[in-house]
């Protein structure tokens, strides 16, 4: 069989939308693969690799149905290659092909790898747009500098006028461009009964854990027989609609709250299509078009404050991160602005602590392969932060264990918003918190077995102690950054005992950091 032209589709190209499909040839051969390169850079989730298969291999079926020549490749049939670019190189010989394209990849590395084939291959190779982000690739200069502060609110006051998104005229819809203050609640014992039930999916994952055993693929987390989340762009429309029908208005008032004591306190009023998205299957535009269909006829039952967080969301965040992964990159997975050099305690792969936060995030992450922002962030990012732990393992962790993560979108999310790694490219100051956010914005204190008001002594919270800690190891850091004034005048107030014994609170508590 010969193909003029090969077409490479990465995993996370899976846009049935795309340009490319409007015209069926014979003499072009889409290539989908199971690489062994791609289960293999970081230890994923295991249902991280299912569903990825699991949606290649449906993109695969669904191309064939439309017409398109499709050469779709397993673990099995890929094995004896180290690479994609050896792929590469011999599927254009077998085909005979005289063309190779390959739409932009949304990691470095990927690009980097995929530039270098470019000059290997003796024959032309182009490079083609995903037709995906709502910010065109070559704009993001025009917005973005090198290692520069961009406020976030800034591009997403930006994006909302240029898309005419929650605008009337040349001003905001409702006056103001967030409501940030509404939407901060906590869960009230009464509210806890009318949390949705997430919309789960029965994608049979037998055969590709079959195949991640067969060829021995390093994994975390636990193996679920079916992949719950969307695997094509049918059941990733259906999502959307259920989570505009039964999520979307609560989903501002919510967004930031936690709580243990719910059958689906792991999904919440979260819309969990950000797999659906990163993976092409749905764009930005439809999403947020359809969210604002459904605020426009709700008649009042979706009010503003949860429309206008749901699009900050994608509109603002997604984009911006994008950006600011782009402008900075390689350079930004070397930033460690703490000097943070500890190692991740052992329990982040199994969550066996007594801090009831990190135990409830960290399971959750570890059983579905998902866990929204807050707990992300204020979580086991903070956690992580106030112990000092080494950005490459934190990455690594985070890139590995959420379904959703891909380089483009994990790494500003965790160098920048978690560890302040950049020492403030994004964040203007360190999301740093002790006890008393995490007893605010969830329930998760009053099962711990550590006290929340307690400072010091056996049963106080960690999180009291490493945070003043944090702050006095990181003091001439923190003093520059106006946004820390507070908790740093704070600590300037404290007697010299009372930091020396602080100090050897969290001293004991990192050099005890396995069994917390």
């Known amino acids: 069989m010969k193909a003029k032209h090969l077409r490479l589709i990465l995993g ?26 791609e289960a293999t850079y970081t230890k994923h989730h295991i249902q991280k690799i299912t569903a990825f298969f699991a949606a290649m291999e449906d993109f695969a079926k669904y191309l064939k149905t439309q017409g398109h020549q499709v050469c779709y490749l397993t673990l099995n049939d890929t094995q004896e290659y180290t690479s994609i670019n050896q792929l590469i190189h011999k599927l254009t010989k077998t085909y005979a092909s005289e063309t190779f394209t390959y739409q932009q990849p949304d990691e470095y590395r990927l690009r980097v790898q995929l530039a270098e084939l470019s000059e290997q291959l003796t024959l032309p190779v182009y490079e083609v747009d995903t037709e995906h982000f709502l910010l065109p690739f070559n704009e993001i200069p025009t917005h973005f500098g090198v290692q520069t502060h961009v406020r976030m609110e800034g591009f997403y006051r930006y994006m909302r006028k240029h898309f005419s998104i929650l605008m009337e005229g040349t001003k905001p819809e409702g006056g103001a461009w967030n409501f940030d203050s509404n939407n901060r609640q906590s869960f009230k ?26 060829h021995k693929i390093n994994t975390m987390g636990k193996a679920s027989s079916n992949v719950a989340y969307p695997i094509n762009r049918e ?19 919510f967004q930031d709250a936690m709580t243990q004591a719910s059958p689906y306190s792991w999904s919440l009023y979260h819309s969990r299509l950000s797999f659906s998205l990163n993976c092409k299957m749905i764009s930005s535009a439809e999403v947020i078009q359809t969210a604002l269909t459904a605020y426009r006829k709700s008649e009042g039952a979706i009010t503003l404050n949860q429309i206008e967080g749901f699009a900050r969301q994608i509109l603002g965040w997604r984009e911006y991160v994008r950006g600011m992964y782009w402008i ?3 350079n930004y997975a070397q930033q460690n602005f703490f000097n943070a050099q500890r190692n991740l305690p052992n329990w982040f792969w199994n969550g066996e602590t007594d801090m009831n936060c990190l135990k409830h995030a960290i399971s959750q992450s570890l059983e579905h392969a998902y866990a929204h922002h807050i707990q992300r962030l204020m979580i086991t990012g903070n956690f992580a932060l106030l112990a000092g732990i080494a950005p490459d393992q934190v990455d690594e962790w985070y890139l590995g264990i959420y ?51 307690e400072k010091l002594g056996d049963s106080a919270c960690p999180l009291n102690s490493l945070y003043w800690n944090f702050i006095g190891e990181n003091y001439d850091k923190l003093s520059a950054n106006p946004r820390m004034s507070f908790p740093v005048r704070n600590w300037d107030k404290m007697q010299e005992d009372q930091k020396i014994e602080i100090k050897e609170k969290a001293t004991q508590l990192l050099n005890n950091i396995e069994h917390l």
Not at 19 to 32: A, K, L, P, R
Not at 189 to 214: H, M, T, V
Not at 410 to 424: H, I, K, V, W, Y
């Open 235 to 253: 059941q990733s429309l259906t999502l959307l609609d259920y989570f505009c029908k039964n999520q979307l208005p609560n989903f501002g008032n």
């Open 189 to 214: 014992k009464s509210d806890l009964q009318s949390i949705p039930q997430p919309l789960i999916f029965d994608n049979p994952a037998e055969s590709y854990l079959a195949r991640i055993e067969k």
């Open 12 to 37: 996370d190209q899976l846009n049935p939308m795309h340009t490319w499909f409007e015209t069926i040839s014979d003499d072009v051969i889409y290539v989908i693969a199971e690489l062994h390169q």
């Open 403 to 453: 379904i959703d993560a891909i380089e483009w979108v994990e790494l500003p999310n965790t160098r920048s918003m978690a560890l302040f790694a950049d020492g403030g490219w994004i964040a203007t100051k360190p999301y740093s918190a002790s006890g008393n956010y995490v007893n605010k914005m969830s329930d998760y204190c009053k099962s711990c077995r550590y006290n929340v008001k």
């Open 328 to 330: 900075n990159m390689p």
